[in-house]
Structures are given as C-alpha cells and as structure tokens.
C-alpha cells in the first residue's frame, strides 16, 4: 500500500466565472491534474480533491450559486475523498490530516489553483506538519497579481495595464523560489508522472 498522496486543491468552476480566468497562467491545467491523477491511481496512492467555498458571501465561492465543484473533465472515483475547506490551506477547516493519518502516508504532492494562494499556503503547513511536500508547478493556475494600492474595484483592464501588476509567470516563478529548498521539492507534471527523468529539465 503507497504512503503517498495527490492532493488537487481548488480545481472549480467558481475560478472559470471570474473575468480573469481569460488570463489563467495555466490554461491546459484540467489535462495537467488528470495526468497526475493518472499517474497517482496507477501507482496505488491516494487521492483528495478540495474544493474552497465561502458559504453566504454570494460569491463565486458560495455553494448556493453552484460553482463549488471541480471544473468539467475532473471526476473522483470510489474512494477518493473530496473536501470542503473555508480556509485557505486544505488542513485547518477539513479533517484532511486525519484521513492522512490513518492512510499512513507522509509524502504529499499538491496542485491545483491558486499557485501562491492556496495550494503554497497548503505546501507551508504540510511541511510543517511534518509531511514530505512536492510542489507541481506547471499543474498550478494563477492569475495576474495586481499591486496592493489598486482599489478592489479595478477592472481585469485597469489590473493589466497597471505596470506594478505581477504576471502569472512572476507569481509562479516567486512561488517556486519561496518554497524550494524550504517546504517542499518543487518538480513538474513530466517529472512527477516519469515523462521526464528528474534533473533532465533543458
């Protein structure tokens, strides 16, 4: 029995009815988690899908307006537990690190959507926790970032001509920066799936 985990963090509808999603980092990302699905069910480990809701805000993230549910082509089979997190890692609002627990499993790979958002907020305290985090980088969605002083209001338009705004490469590059060699192996979805030998990235 594997001591080993995917965990698919986030992958919903509710981030496909944001007007940003036409600038998403990763758009191939529902091929890029079912690769890894694959690659995790043929070798016997399990896998948890987490989902983020925001019940009574009237949000995309509210469960009464139906978007908290994986994106279309994404399907858990018998066995897989999916969860329902408020917080944004998947460990403090879910009984995540029970089931975990009683699986045995201590390795811990994480994808998902956001890069720097949820999944490396769920990367930190899987670490910490005590597990082994490996971080598919490529198999994680984020957005252009804007500058702190934008007004919430800012439009998709104002965000992208904003010279201070991050891209979805920054983020994801300052993302892998911040975590490799600290909270987890940082590897992509060739490498983790055995496309790719480790180390042979060009």
């Not at 758009?27 to 948890?48: E, F, H, K, S, T």
């Not at 890692?89 to 009984?95: I, Y």
Request: glycine residues 6%.
């Amino acid at each position: 029995m594997s001591r080993a985990a995917l965990v698919v963090i986030d992958v919903q509808e509710s981030f496909r009815q944001r007007p940003i999603w036409a600038h998403a980092s990763q758009p191939d990302i529902v091929r890029q988690v079912d690769r890894l699905v694959d690659a995790a069910r043929r070798r016997g480990d399990l896998v948890v899908w987490v989902l983020h809701a925001e019940p009574g805000s009237g949000t995309v993230f509210d469960p009464a307006l139906g978007h908290v549910r994986l994106i279309e082509g994404l399907t858990p089979v018998a066995g897989e537990p999916t969860l329902v997190k408020t917080s944004h890692n998947a460990f403090t609002t879910t009984n995540l690190q029970q089931i975990l627990t009683m699986a045995g499993i201590r390795d811990l790979t994480v994808c998902g959507i956001r890069t720097e958002q949820c999944v490396e907020t769920t990367t930190r305290v899987g670490c910490d926790l005590g597990y082994e985090m490996t971080f598919v980088t490529d198999a994680t969605v984020t957005f252009p970032t804007p500058h702190r002083d934008l007004p919430p209001t800012a439009t998709v338009e104002e965000i992208l001509a904003d010279p201070r705004t991050l891209s979805g490469e920054e983020m994801t590059a300052r993302t892998e920066y911040a975590l490799a060699g600290r909270f987890a192996t940082v590897r992509t979805v060739d490498e983790v799936t055995g496309a790719t030998p480790v180390g042979a990235r060009s």
